[in-house]
């Protein structure tokens, strides 16, 4: 039983292309995260989901658009894809206002743009 | 603009030795988490520090919280081989929207 789980788990594709990563919890938690990895493995977040609201988007470029057609799914899509983007993107989800608010990470999708 | 920091980096020990990881943070914050994170894989919670003097331990992994001193260690008793791993802090900004600020990671290396 996957608690969070992200499709695909690599993707290669050509400078300039346009790509999707899929995302979804069976947690059944209310709050949605995507973080970027690194290859010096510096994890930061990049948007984060309360059912279905933005409330996290932080300094990303704005090639790179979140969206979440239910609290239990949260895709991101990139357009123009560059070099830099290659990296490993997780995707999280936790329950706002639980006791520890914890949040669980899915397996991680490695971006590698040529 | 919080920082956390985290030291060492990079930890080489042999089995049967005990170390610990420190994590600084720069601003008051509502909670502390350790995450694991295997070559390759995802992260695992270790462990939620909620309040200044809370301490967990799991096995040979021990978490402390000192919110005076913006510090929380990771203490490893008598490390195994099957510890080694990328050991991350993170502190969370706010309990309202979950915006976690990671350590840049410890990566633990224990040799038999």
């Known amino acids: 039983d996957t608690a969070v789980s992200q499709t695909p788990k690599y993707l290669v594709t050509q400078m300039g292309n346009d790509k999707s990563i899929k995302c979804e919890q069976n947690?059944?938690?209310?709050?949605m995260y995507w973080y970027k990895q690194d290859s010096k493995k510096f994890l930061k977040i990049m948007f984060s989901?309360?059912?279905?609201?933005?409330?996290i988007n932080e300094t990303v470029p704005n090639r790179f658009s979140p969206k979440s057609p239910d609290k239990a799914h949260l895709n991101l899509h990139i357009n123009s894809l560059e070099l830099g983007d290659s990296a490993v993107y997780f995707c999280?989800?936790?329950?706002?206002?639980?006791?520890?608010?914890?949040?669980?990470f899915g397996p991680g999708t490695r971006l590698t743009v040529l | 603009e919080l920082k956390v920091e985290q030291n060492p980096l990079f930890l080489s020990m042999q089995e049967g030795k005990n170390y610990t990881i420190y994590c600084n943070y720069s601003?008051?914050?509502?909670?502390l988490y350790w995450y694991r994170q295997d070559p390759g894989k995802s992260l695992e919670s270790l462990f939620v520090?909620?309040?200044?003097?809370a301490v967990k331990q799991e096995g040979r992994l021990m978490a402390s919280l000192d919110t005076k001193a913006r510090l929380s260690t990771l203490h490893i008793t008598a490390a195994v081989h099957d510890l080694s791993a990328t050991y991350f802090c993170?502190?969370?900004?706010?309990?309202?929207?979950?915006?976690?600020?990671f350590g840049q990671g410890t990566t633990l290396q224990v040799k038999p």
């Open positions: 999280a989800s936790s329950q706002a206002g639980g006791v520890t608010d914890t949040q669980y």
């Open positions: 947690l059944g938690h209310d709050t």
């Open positions: 989901y309360n059912n279905k609201e933005l409330i």
């Open positions: 601003t008051t914050s509502d909670r």
């Open positions: 520090l909620l309040s200044n003097g």
């Open positions: 993170a502190v969370d900004l706010s309990s309202n929207t979950g915006k976690l600020i």
